[in-house]
């Protein structure tokens, strides 16, 4: 599996944008997958993750009833839907596949095939 992701951009503080992780491969559906984040200057943080049935979804503290992830297998993409932003919600961000490790993992050794991450900048 391959994966692109794109839609990032500038925005102000408590605007919206939408993420999309585009995928190749017709096992795409069979995995989890999760998006991260990576700061100027620090670690990648775990963001959200979403089942392969999209019946289990997981977010970071930091993000939650702010950010919605969604999946449509059909499409074989992703969404990150990101609402009232931050600048500390400034990074670029990622979307990997979930190989390993249970549907609560946050932990990046699990996920693999990270597609080229889009930076999303959030002014104050």
């Known amino acids: 599996v391959q994966l692109q992701a794109s839609g990032g951009g500038l925005v102000q503080a408590g605007g919206s944008l939408r993420l999309s992780c585009a995928a190749s491969?017709?096992?795409?559906?069979?995995?989890?997958v999760g998006w991260f984040r990576q700061a100027p200057g620090k670690e990648r943080d775990f963001v959200a993750s979403?089942?392969?049935?999209?019946?289990?979804?997981l977010y970071a503290d930091s993000v939650k009833g702010r950010f919605t992830i969604s999946r449509d297998d059909a499409e074989i993409k992703v969404y990150l839907q990101m609402n009232s932003l931050k600048p500390e919600d400034t990074a670029v961000y990622y979307c990997?596949?979930?190989?390993?490790?249970?549907?609560?993992?946050?932990?990046?050794?699990?996920?693999?095939?990270w597609g080229q991450g889009t930076l999303v900048t959030v002014s104050s």
């Open positions: 491969g017709r096992t795409f559906g069979t995995y989890a």
């Open positions: 979403i089942s392969r049935s999209g019946g289990r979804i």
């Open positions: 990997a596949v979930q190989y390993s490790g249970s549907w609560h993992s946050t932990d990046e050794e699990d996920f693999g095939s």
